[in-house]
């Protein structure tokens, strides 16, 4: 037989058999979907915040002079973070400082006065002069006033001592008024700071250096980001299968860390938001997985369902996606691939992936879609 007879027989019988079987093969591939054993769970999406966080306000008017960095500067706890001016209240306070001095000096002089007057009252030396007027007040006038009764010396002597103690009282209440203002100035000083109330980071300045504030608006916000937490609204059937320190494992993901990990309640808030009904829920993350405002995403578990048993998976391999939104290829009554859109759930250690809705146990799915089977599930 010639050579180019041959040649010619092998080429059809190709173009004969390889379509056909390579298709047939390809079809072939199919996993029949299965029922899950797995508790199904729910996607809830919420934000990356700090374990701690505060917002430091000014607490009286002035300007800013001094700021102690930028974002993402770490301070120790007690570090001066945000300092407004004080030269006011330094002159009020040495002002007070003069005034309890001039108190002091006055109680003194009060104090002195009131031993004066103990122990040599004025009522037996007045009236008096010198040489022959004193002595004639002594031996004539001083006791004719005590015969006749028209002078008690005993009384004189009891409201100089009362009068004297009266201004050291007034003294006393001078400084103690002195003292007050001083510790109300102390106390503003204090205030004109703001320290770091632990060791973190700087989150966000409102303010900069030379900015005039009053009281009660927000400084910076500061943060400790040693921990992380994810906090997020849950809706209420869910959040009843949740106990605190209860752990779910590879049950989180996030924009900047794709892989899952294990995250831990933290914290589930005893009220439900009046509007949502929703409950707050905080979950304890690893450290260095992600960062303060990342988007993540949290497996939940639904254990309000009245069959938990029953939803189906897949393997993770069959689902394609179409922009953002998950799609399978399934095999249809015709034997022809067809493209379903799903709900994807809980990613499974054994490479397989529970569907939410989508798709039911018995279902055909194609665990591998090649470009053919995408093609001709388009019609193609």
Do not use: C
Request: aromatic share 6%; net charge negative.
């Amino acid at each position: 037989m010639p050579k180019t007879l041959i040649a010619t027989f092998i080429a059809a019988a190709l173009l004969t058999v390889h379509p056909a079987s390579s298709r047939d093969r390809e079809y072939d591939d199919i996993f029949v979907v299965k029922e899950s054993s797995e508790v199904p769970t729910v996607v809830v999406s919420g934000s990356v915040v700090p374990f701690k966080e505060v917002t430091l306000a000014a607490q009286l008017p002035g300007r800013v002079k001094f700021i102690a960095g930028i974002e993402g500067e770490a301070f120790e706890i007690g570090t001066t973070l945000v300092a407004l001016e004080e030269d006011e209240l330094l002159a009020k306070r040495s002002s007070a400082y003069a005034q309890l001095a001039a108190a002091d000096a006055e109680l003194r002089n009060a104090g002195v006065q009131y031993s004066r007057e103990l122990w040599s009252p004025q009522s037996k030396s007045a009236p008096g002069g010198m040489a022959i007027p004193n002595l004639f007040d002594q031996m004539f006038t001083r006791p004719a006033e005590d015969f006749f009764g028209q002078r008690d010396r005993g009384a004189e002597r009891s409201a100089d001592l009362y009068a004297s103690s009266t201004r050291m009282e007034q003294a006393r209440s001078s400084m103690m008024q002195a003292q007050s203002e001083i510790r109300a100035i102390d106390a503003k000083l204090r205030d004109a700071k703001s320290l770091a109330p632990f060791d973190g980071v700087i989150m966000e300045k409102f303010v900069e250096e030379g900015d005039t504030v009053q009281p009660g608006q927000p400084l910076l916000k500061f943060a400790d980001v040693t921990w992380l937490q994810i906090e997020m609204d849950v809706p209420a059937r869910l959040a009843q299968g949740l106990q605190p320190m209860s752990v779910l494992q590879n049950a989180a993901t996030f924009d900047d860390h794709p892989e899952p990990v294990a995250v831990r309640v933290a914290q589930i808030f005893p009220m439900a938001d009046v509007q949502r009904h929703t409950i707050k829920v905080k979950f304890d993350i690893p450290q260095g997985v992600s960062k303060p405002g990342m988007y993540a995403r949290v497996l939940i578990p639904d254990t309000s369902g009245p069959n938990n048993s029953q939803l189906p998976v897949i393997p993770s391999t069959a689902i394609r996606y179409r922009g953002s939104l998950p799609v399978v290829y399934i095999q249809n009554e015709q034997g022809a691939p067809e493209l379903r859109m799903i709900r994807q759930g809980k990613q499974l250690d054994n490479g397989m992936t529970m569907v939410l809705s989508g798709i039911a146990p018995g279902d055909r799915v194609y665990p591998n879609p090649g470009p053919d089977i995408m093609s001709r599930s388009r019609g193609e």
